[in-house]
């Protein structure tokens, strides 16, 4: 399964003619359809980007560090902490 140029957990591979099936990593749903269904798929489960196997994004760290000094997690800083990893989802490895 080839890993998909935008979204690394997202792997796909081509069943038939132009056609491809796709599988989150992160939360194993899986899709088939054309090129651009993969995509769109793709594009929706970017929200993952901070669950990819094996890596901390920026946000994780800011919200480690938030943890480390006694800052309660509030829903903006849920919203900040995915914008972070979105920004930059390869900090460290988990």
Not at 76 to 87: G, K, L, S, T, Y
């Amino acid at each position: 399964m080839q890993q998909h140029p935008w979204v690394e957990w997202v792997g796909f591979e081509p069943i038939g003619r132009g056609l491809y099936q796709a599988q989150c990593s992160a939360c194993g749903a899986a899709v088939q359809g054309t090129g651009d269904k993969i995509d769109a798929f793709a594009q929706q489960h970017s929200e993952h980007r901070s669950q990819a196997q094996g890596f901390y994004g920026l946000g994780d760290a800011f919200a480690a560090a938030a943890g480390a000094i006694g800052a309660e997690p509030c829903a903006p800083c849920e919203a900040r902490r995915e914008a972070m990893n979105r920004w930059v989802p390869r900090v460290w490895r988990r």
